[in-house]
């Protein structure tokens, strides 16, 4: 249940960002094409990008939430992955399209004819990116997902290309040059190539089996070893993410004088503690006999647990 709601929490988070900047660019463009401003036009093709990325996220996000068939055992998850990393590479050749647009007028020259307009859409748009951004990164955070945190960071980018505009739309009003417009352009374009290289980075890393945050695989071998005897250990801990779902796997290890359904009773609690604790998990447990020779007391169990604490490595056998 709490799945479906950070599902459809995540849908609704995308789906109001593509609302919101098919919105700025159309007026961007509108008031950009009529004024001629370079720097205003950049950034209506910004929003029109960030058009595509939320809607990209948008059917990501309703793939990775496909459960898992024949053919993906491990589900859907990595869909955001593959989203976040196929908008970074269209991110690049926009922010290079726009410097060499930029470059272009430059060479050419050309008459700016500002408006109350140019500042004023600009305004709106600082107003709106805060807004998405802000509520895409929220959304993100407490349903872990990939694909609104990459496009989190894309918005958070435009804050500072947004704020540059404006500056460019000042300045090239005041001075009459049209020098600042250019220039302001190209510093678009950068921070549009610097903020793909975050999100390319972060897309990356979940294709790449990149372990869990450290803080959860904390909390995760904290609640193995506080199990009670006969637990005697643990090592080969292994995690990755895909999308929102975590993967967990390590080999327990038990006093080998415990029956089977002993032994497997004492694995489905740990991974009970463990999804009660870490959300959309998927725990799998190898359970192993203890190596040392002992009386099955809690105390020979404790200090074959102190051993494996000092070296987390596979027990050698007698």
Not at 171 to 188: E, K, Q
Not at 223 to 238: C, N, Q, T, V
Request: net charge positive; proline share 2%.
């Amino acid at each position: 249940m709490a799945d479906g709601l950070h599902i459809d929490a995540k849908q609704k988070a995308s789906g109001f960002a593509v609302s919101a900047s098919l919105a700025l660019a159309a007026a961007k463009f509108a008031v950009g094409m009529a004024s001629g401003s370079m720097t205003v036009v950049s950034s209506g093709l910004d929003s029109l990008l960030d058009v595509f990325m939320s809607a990209m996220n948008f059917f990501a996000i309703k793939k990775a939430a496909e459960p898992a068939d024949d053919e993906h055992h491990y589900g859907h998850g990595k869909a955001e992955s593959i989203a976040a990393s196929i908008q970074a590479m269209v991110i690049v050749l926009t922010g290079a399209f726009i410097i060499y647009k930029a470059a272009e007028q430059f060479v050419k020259g050309g008459v700016i004819a500002y408006s109350s307009w140019d500042a004023g859409v600009m305004c709106a748009s600082l107003v709106f990116s805060l807004l998405i951004s802000s509520v895409l990164t929220r959304v993100g955070r407490k349903t872990e997902s990939a694909a609104l945190k990459a496009d989190a960071l894309h918005y958070t980018s435009d804050l500072y290309s947004n704020s540059a505009a404006i500056a460019a739309i000042v300045l090239a009003y005041y001075t009459g040059r049209t020098f600042f417009d250019h220039l302001f352009a190209v510093i678009t374009g950068l921070i549009i190539l610097f903020s793909a290289v975050k999100i390319l980075r972060h897309g990356i890393s979940g294709l790449m089996d990149r372990r869990i945050p450290l803080h959860l695989e904390r909390e995760i071998k904290a609640i193995i070893d506080s199990m009670p005897f006969p637990y005697a250990g643990y090592h080969k801990l292994r995690t990755r993410y895909a999308g929102d779902k975590k993967y967990v796997d390590f080999h327990l290890l038990t006093c080998r004088k415990l029956r089977i359904d002993e032994a497997h009773e004492l694995a489905d609690q740990i991974e009970g503690r463990i999804a009660e604790k870490v959300r959309s998990v998927d725990t799998v447990i190898h359970v192993e006999p203890c190596a040392y020779p002992c009386e099955m007391t809690e105390g020979s169990c404790t200090v074959i647990r102190m051993r494996l604490q000092k070296r987390r490595a596979p027990l050698r056998k007698d």
